[in-house]
């Protein structure tokens, strides 16, 4: 049975990371892009999407953090996703979407990221970059 997606946002100091969790499907669209929307509204240092345990995204899900990525671009704010979920990581890699937004695989990475996005000396890249 498919579990209902929600969303979570969580600050850490000036940052936000907004976690999804569960099912995204057509019916979490709207959901989705309000809690994206006033994410970037809210102006942190930087966002990071942590969909390490979201379970199922649909074409709309993926447009959503697509537009999300653009309009946080456009607002000054960094924005990257963080999943090892093939789920979500295998529709990136199938439609090559990694080369138009930062996405981390590792923990890791995404702490580094979110430690450092925003700040004067740090630059993103859109990459996608999977390591074992």
Known sequence: MPRAGFEQTI?????LVVALRGDFDATKKT?????????????????LVDATTMTFGSAGTFSELLTACADAQ??????????????????LLTLRLGSDMVVHRRPSDARTWLRNAGRTDHRDRPVMTFTP
Request: aromatic share 8%.
């Open 11 to 15: 600050w850490r100091d000036d940052a």
């Open 31 to 47: 959901s989705l892009s309000t809690c994206l929307a006033d994410a970037i509204a809210a102006k942190p240092r930087a966002i």
């Open 74 to 91: 456009r607002a000054g704010v960094p924005f990257a996703l963080h999943t090892a979920a093939y789920a979500i990581l295998r529709p």
